[in-house]
């Protein structure tokens, strides 16, 4: 078998044969060391771990991954009795060459090893130096080809110097159509990432044999759809409404390798990474050829060289992202995978606890492909109920004023943030682990569903309380400060504090006031304070357009 590289700018790839490397000699006789290419995966399993260093509301980096796969590959080898190296073809680039374990040799591992080269016509050209080769010109005019064989004079970083009959010639120098053919692949190259390992089987034998391997260049998220079903407006001052929520994991793949019928694994949670693994994943090269040559007509000493123009970079594969199903053919907790052509299938997610971390499993097989985004939808949920909750700080510091009613010249309200407000659990239609990712909420109108607000969301477990934050609210404002210039003082003394709310919604809203943070003790008139997020806190109502006054007490808690 031979192969043809067409102008220097590309060529055929062929599989490489079964050969042997030289050990060494013992009495007298060269030992050898047999080669054995594994076959293709058998079965694939990946991983995939969010990039730790990536904040909440950071987004995707499509184009620069920066997350991790453990990959998995099963595979089966037919070894010769004695040493022998294994070669592992198609890995993943960014394979991070130390995590590698090789499971299911009779006689362990020896030594691993990670290819540094890919085959690429600089590649091929380099590893035939002072070889033969047979360049086919084509005469333009006539369609004639004519073949010789040449000695290739240089290496492949420079103007491409070949020995003819006719003496020393320059590649893509004479005017004419040219095709280098080469008679065999150099040792050690290879059309996609090599990994390779030396090992000892005693008897010889077929075995299947695991691979797995730590690889750069992956990451996912999460983006969540809420669509409430009933509108709020009218009903109770933080009464609970149901909500549509459906969510998506977004999985990235920078690398150039493709890990079909694949069973996927997804990781909630943030990793501990110690180590720089993208400093340790270090992708092989696969270097262009440089070709140049002489001014037509000039050969003198001190002529320069004219650069022949790279060929134009391919155009990317297209991204094919899936199409959300409609909820009415979803159940429960599904998972809907589709492939780059939209053809879809429908799975049940399962759940597992992964240490501190949760990881969710894809029973079915897909197709995680190469410098490819795939969306997976897993989770849908019909009822979840929730509520909208307002709220506003108050601050001891600052002064309202001893008249300070709505309308005083020092009254500066300001606006409420307005917060989605449920609770992970079953009771309220939810109950499972949901990993970090943003937040879209849609709100019904009489034109349609129409965007209420965008969030983000942190790691939830089940059980706890969840609020989102979707911004500062245009209809309820609030004001709460001292009622005395000063604010609080020191000792036991109880301060007079004052809460100024105005809501301008055709409906009743709940306010959560945070009222003072540790080290203070508070007097609320007629409600019950309680600890939320570190501070101290009331919920209190304000009717349908209408203005609300609350006043209160606090002071230095010296009983620590």
């Known amino acids: 078998m031979r192969l043809s590289a067409y102008g220097m700018l590309g060529a055929a790839v062929i599989a490489a044969p079964l050969a042997a490397q030289t050990l060494g000699q013992t009495g007298g006789q060269t030992r050898a060391r047999a080669v054995v290419d594994a076959a293709p995966p058998s079965d694939l399993s990946v991983t995939i771990y969010r ?28 070894l010769p009795k004695g040493e022998s190296t294994i070669r592992f073809e198609g890995v993943a680039e960014g394979m ?33 130096l002072g070889n033969r080769v047979t360049v086919t010109r084509t005469n333009p005019a006539t369609g004639e080809a004519r073949a010789e064989q040449a000695i290739v004079r240089t290496r492949a970083d420079g103007g491409l110097v070949l020995e003819t009959s006719q003496g020393f010639e320059a590649v893509r120098c004479s005017g004419l159509p040219e095709k280098l053919t080469f008679a ?21 034998g077929t075995y299947d044999v695991t691979l797995t391997y730590l690889a750069w260049g992956f990451d996912w998220q999460a983006n969540y759809v809420g669509t409430l079903l009933a509108k709020p407006a009218g009903k109770a001052a933080g009464e609970e409404f149901p909500l549509h929520l459906l969510s998506w994991l977004t999985l990235v793949n920078d690398n150039g390798q493709s890990f079909d019928k694949a069973k996927l694994q997804i990781v909630a949670g943030k990793l501990n990474v110690e180590s720089d693994y993208q400093s340790l994943a270090d992708p092989p090269t696969a270097a262009p050829l440089q070709l140049t040559c002489y001014p037509l007509g000039s050969t003198s000493v001190g002529s320069y060289p004219e650069p022949v123009p ?47 971390l949760k990881l969710f499993r894809v029973p079915e097989r897909v197709d995680v492909s190469a410098k490819g985004m795939k969306q997976v939808a897993f989770l849908n949920k019909d009822a979840v109920k929730a509520r909208y909750l307002y709220e506003a700080a108050c601050d001891p510091y600052d002064w309202i004023g001893q008249d300070g009613e709505v309308g005083d010249e020092d009254f500066e309200p300001e606006p409420a943030s307005l917060l989605l407000v449920t609770k992970n659990e079953t009771a309220k239609g939810l109950g499972v682990a949901l990993p970090q990712g943003g937040m879209t909420l849609y709100e019904p109108t009489a034109s349609g569903d129409q965007l209420a607000g965008t969030t983000s969301l942190r790691d939830y477990a089940s059980g706890q309380d969840m609020e989102l934050a979707l911004g500062a609210s245009r209809q309820v404002f609030a004001r709460c400060a001292a009622v005395s210039e000063g604010g609080i003082g020191e000792g036991r003394k109880w301060n007079a504090m004052r809460a100024i709310l105005t809501n301008a919604n055709p409906h009743a809203v709940t306010v959560r006031l945070q009222l003072a943070g540790p080290g203070t003790a508070v007097r609320f008139p007629g409600r019950k304070v309680v600890v939320k997020n570190g501070n101290q806190t009331v919920e209190v109502t304000v009717p349908a357009n209408a ?5 209160w007490q606090l002071r230095e808690d ?3």
Do not use: C, H, W
Not at 189 to 194: E, G, H, Y
Not at 322 to 350: N, Q, Y
Not at 547 to 551: E, T
């Open 184 to 204: 065999r692949v150099p040792p050690g190259l290879s059309a996609s990432p090599v990994f390779s390992i030396d090992t000892l089987s005693p008897e010889g």
């Open 96 to 128: 991070i060459g130390v995590s590698a374990i090789v499971t299911g040799l009779p006689g362990g591992t020896i030594e691993k090893n990670r290819n540094a080269q890919l085959l690429s016509p600089a590649a091929l050209v380099d590893g035939t």
């Open 558 to 560: 010296d009983s620590e």
């Open 310 to 356: 790279p060929p134009p970079p391919m155009a990317p594969e297209p991204v094919m992202l899936s199409v959300p199903m409609p909820a009415a053919v979803m159940d429960e907790a599904l998972i809907s995978v589709t492939g780059s052509r939209m053809k879809s299938a429908v799975m049940t997610a399962v759940e597992e606890n992964l240490g501190d």
């Open 547 to 551: 203005k609300r006054s609350f006043d």
């Open 51 to 78: 990039d730790p260093d990536r904040a909440v509301d950071e987004p995707l980096e499509a184009d620069y991954p920066r997350g991790l796969a453990m990959i998995s590959e099963t595979r089966r080898v037919t």
